[in-house]
């Protein structure tokens, strides 16, 4: 599922035209003097009809139509590469979530995880993990439908919060196992491009691409 962002702006300062280069009007130049040397030494008795011509005056326009559109494809790429630059730097600070399993305390000292079901599950359990693996507490959730569910984990009695670093999720549909994605939530601290994609400095997960994201919150 894609994170609900504000659309970009719209695109504008798109030139209508691109520059011919030389390459494109010797192209033209040639193709036109083939033209006239066909029509010149023609058959009189059997002459290319309209149709004919037309046809081999479109197939120039059309290459040059292909050479305009991909200049200005280009053109398009640069300023979206821009534009999503700008859309990451207003990300910086805020919180987003992505798939990964480790619990995190919200702004009122709650350990909260998440997951995403691909269908409907009767039977769901988090299981709690420490830093080396054990399971240290459960939580059962009961039956959940599909998609993106939350959950909060209050430590029971003699079991320090801090303990626990990470989740995984056990779901079933009767015996079947239901995938179930892990998700968890981090920080913007940073936003950089990369090629034609936008880069995003995680505080606990580092370099995450922006199609990665899940939500921001």
Not at 162 to 175: C, N, Q, W
Request: net charge negative.
């Amino acid at each position: 599922m894609t994170p609900a962002v504000n659309n970009f702006a719209a695109l504008s300062g798109v030139s209508a035209a691109a520059p011919v280069t030389k390459n494109q009007a010797g192209s033209e130049d040639r193709f036109l003097k083939l033209l006239v040397a066909q029509m010149a030494n023609q058959d009189p008795l059997n002459p290319m009809d309209n149709a004919q011509v037309t046809s081999q005056m479109a197939q120039i326009s059309t290459v040059n139509g292909i050479d305009t559109l991909n200049t200005t494809v280009q053109g398009l790429n640069g300023q979206l590469a821009q534009l999503q630059a700008l859309q990451g730097a207003s990300l910086v600070g805020r919180d987003v979530v992505l798939p990964g399993d480790r619990l995190s305390a919200n702004d009122k000292g709650l350990v909260q995880g998440g997951f995403e079901l691909a269908s409907a599950a009767d039977r769901v359990r988090v299981e709690v993990l420490n830093a080396g693996g054990r399971v240290i507490d459960t939580i059962d959730l009961g039956a959940e439908s599909a998609g993106r569910h939350g959950f909060e984990w209050i430590p029971p009695a003699g079991i320090d919060a801090s303990l626990g670093e990470r989740f995984r999720i056990v779901a079933k549909a009767g015996p079947v196992n239901v995938e179930a994605t892990p998700l968890m939530r981090d920080r913007v601290d940073a936003v950089a491009t990369g090629g034609d994609s936008l880069m995003l400095e995680l505080r606990r997960s580092g370099s995450v691409a922006y199609s990665q994201i899940r939500a921001f919150n």
